[in-house]
């Protein structure tokens, strides 16, 4: 059955369009992109050097920041509810019309022009973008590929219903390495900016760490990232339903790297159409301390009688 939350490769149609909602490009937007890739041109952050240049005028948003953008509209609105695997496979032609300026909305439109079946599993969507601004002018082309999961399809992620789940199941994620410029992020994402997770020399001077230390909540949600891709199924509707008894061990440093270990403990029935899955998650470093451990719960589908 085809519905707006769960769209799959069988689903596209030649021709087919699909408006995106509008995204109002900000100096934040600007400021953050300057911060993950160590720099910019004059032309994004200096409004003296814009004004000197006929063509541009004031300060101008990045292209890079235009792709992704592209992409989450892509996951958002031709693929909404993060049930389907989709993934970028590449891009052909992206050309820059007209500048983007720091407030203006813009929006996306897509046009399906190619489908392309590969195997039993994925097919190829190829879809033309176009990217206006709030007077309706364009600004930006791209052609954008993407591998989606078919119908049916259960490798690559699997559907599973809360009844399929069995008390015992584990699972071991892939690692992650967390990097200085995850805290930076995160920081200006969330105002964190403790002198222990940004000062150095502050660092030096306290016994129990020996220098700039990895916020627990920032780590918490690299676990989040864990449990979406190796324990939620796709498919079936869930939400995270909460956490319990969390407890820190090793603190967490720049470089290190963690993997999270799951055991299902418990399932509980909520009501006829959902049950509680509950696990058991140790979250380790690579050296094997543990670095969190607690209790995560998962809201799931049950199948229908």
Known sequence: ???????????FSLGETIECGGRQMTEADTRLS??????????????NYCASRPDVGFPIVQGSIVLGYIDACFY???????????????????RFIKPIYINDVINTTF?????CSLHDRFGRVVADATVCNQQKSLLYLQD????LKKRGSNI???TRYFEDFSIGETVTTHARKIEMADIRMYSACTS??????SDPIYCEHIPELRSISVPYSLALNVIDGFFAQSISPEGVATFHYGYDD??????????????SEFELVDKQIKNEKFGVLVFKAITRNQNGAIVISHIDKLYCERKAE
């Open 1 to 11: 059955m085809k519905d707006m939350y769960h769209k799959y490769f069988d689903d």
């Open 34 to 47: 300057i911060g993950v890739i160590g720099g910019s041109h004059p032309l994004h952050m200096d409004p």
């Open 76 to 94: 958002s609105w031709a693929c909404p509810g993060d049930e389907v695997v989709v993934i970028s496979n590449g891009y052909e032609k992206i």
């Open 111 to 115: 046009i399906i022009s190619d489908l």
């Open 144 to 147: 954008s590929t993407f591998l």
């Open 156 to 158: 690559m992620g699997i």
């Open 192 to 197: 964190l900016c403790a002198r222990i997770h």
């Open 246 to 259: 969390v407890r820190y061990g090793d603190v967490i440093y720049p470089g290190d790297v963690i993997h």
